[in-house]
């Protein structure tokens, strides 16, 4: 049964597990972990128009509270896409960071959201 309505912590690291996303160079190619920690801080949260190291490296620094919207997929249907439509910066900054959990919307099949959480 499919739920689009769940409000999780999920494990970042079964996410790069199953998507194979060893780095944040996978998601944004050019970019690397060293690049976001050693880019001058943001003065301001960057608009949604910015370059995506400015925007990562204000996520890397100050983190957020607004969960990531991510589709995991109906795997019974054999659809399994990776989608993060909502914070794929706040992700990376997270995975760069090396957070276990990220708060998440996530939208899927139940028992298969239950396998990131």
Known sequence: ???YNNTVLLDVRKICEEWCIESVSDLFPGITADD???H???KSRPRKSAKDIDRISWAFHNGSKKPIGIDL???S???TPFDIYEGLHEFSAALIKED???KA???GEEDWIEEFV
């Open 1 to 3: 049964m499919t739920n």
């Open 36 to 38: 976001v920690k050693s």
């Open 40 to 42: 001058p801080f943001p």
């Open 73 to 75: 997929g109906c795997p």
């Open 77 to 79: 249907f054999r659809d």
């Open 100 to 102: 276990k959990y990220i």
């Open 105 to 107: 919307n996530a939208s």
